[in-house]
DNA sequence: TAAACGTTTCATCGAACGTTGAAATGATGG
DNA sequence: CCATCATTTCAACGTTCGATGAAACGTTTA
């Protein structure tokens, strides 16, 4: 029995390299791609870098940004709910800090790969 | 001399944690953020995780996904014009593969990432 | 060279996104 | 308990994004 397919066009004859390991789970999936558009903004990542040097105040980043609060804290909303950063209350202030030592390798190590990415392009 | 501000309650009295290191050059930036974009979408990052195990050609990569190869073809562009993909031609076939071990640290440690922060979420 | 094949481009459409200012929230300190 | 301050929410807007199918492209094979 000749095996069937349903849209033939849709493949090649034999795979290429070695044979696939089993599919990642659609769950882990989406999560890790939401991980990864919540970094993928410049606004929402320039928080991210700030926070590598400590806790900061959503005011304090408001200003080292020229945008406002709000945009600030919604950009924060993102960031929190999506696991990158935590918050803390400190008096007055609300303290928001990088979620754990993954978010500040990812951050760490995009920023390289970027580095090396726009050299060898230009 | 008192210190002036364009907007006064864009401000803490003081800085929290450490002195900030000097700003992230915003090319950099804007670079990773695009990284980051790139791995932030369910099916891409799916590709991703596919060519962890080795070169994929479009076909393939179609077939395992239910997608058409156009679909396939515009995530892989997207890929590509980042920096997390490279191609090569092998006969008719285009093959793609991860770009470099970077990228491979990345979807990796992003995965195991957001597990953890599912489970805790929970 | 021509036909066949795998891949890419193009234009379009609806959905999702980010910013903004105004109003609401909520904890703090007097 | 009230006034204040920092932060968040809300709704609206313009922009960007992703999927789709048809057509174009470029290689390979006959």
Same mark, same amino acid.
């Given at each position: 029995?000749?095996?069937?397919? /349903? ?20 769950? *882990? ?5 939401? $991980? $990864? ?24 980043? *408001? *200003? ?40 500040? #390798?990812? /951050?760490?190590?995009?920023? #390289? ?8 392009? *230009?």
């Amino acid at each position: 029995m000749k095996r069937l397919r /349903v849209n033939p066009a849709e493949s090649c004859d034999e795979p290429h390299g070695p044979r696939a390991s089993r599919p990642v789970d659609p769950r *882990a999936l989406e999560a890790a791609a939401g $991980f $990864f558009r919540a970094a993928g903004d410049a606004g929402r990542l320039r928080i991210l870098t700030q926070l590598r040097d400590g806790e900061r105040c959503v005011s304090d980043l *408001a *200003a080292a940004s020229d945008d406002g609060m709000s945009t600030m804290s919604q950009r924060l909303k993102v960031l929190r709910v999506e696991g990158l950063v935590r918050r803390r209350r400190d008096g007055k202030h609300i303290l928001y800090a990088l979620a754990d030592a993954h978010v500040l #390798a990812l /951050v760490d190590t995009a920023l #390289a790969h970027a580095e090396d990415h726009r050299k060898e392009s *230009a």
